[in-house]
Nanobody, 112 residues
């Protein structure tokens, strides 16, 4: 059974940082392209970042480039998203996903 479990969300002030984690199980994590997506209140899903499995090549949405860093630890079957210099517009539920499965999400709120 394929499963993705996110953690690390919370409340942070503008300019602050959070690190999200996503633990995968039930599939070959080391050979799977992984992504983060997010959904802000009242809006649709927005792609945030993707990391390949072979060379760990990364891509980012313009809205997070230079502030967010995606990474992975294949030995731990875990995906990460380091979020720095956060802004209120980053408030959303963050999901990790493969091409077939999405986790349950973790809430991130950026507020004063």
């Amino acid at each position: 059974q394929v499963q993705l479990v996110e953690s690390g969300g919370g409340v942070v002030q503008p300019g602050g940082s959070l690190r999200l984690s996503c633990k995968g199980s039930g599939f070959d994590f080391s050979r799977t392209i992984m992504s983060w997506v997010r959904q802000a209140p009242g809006k649709g899903l927005e792609w945030v970042s993707t990391i390949t499995f072979f060379k760990a090549e990364t891509t980012y949405a313009d809205s997070v480039t230079g502030r967010f860093t995606i990474s992975r630890d294949n030995a731990k079957k875990t995906l990460y998203l380091q979020m720095d210099n956060m802004i209120p517009e980053d408030t959303a539920v963050y999901y990790c996903q493969t091409d077939r499965t999405r986790g349950q999400g973790t809430q991130v709120t950026v507020t004063t």
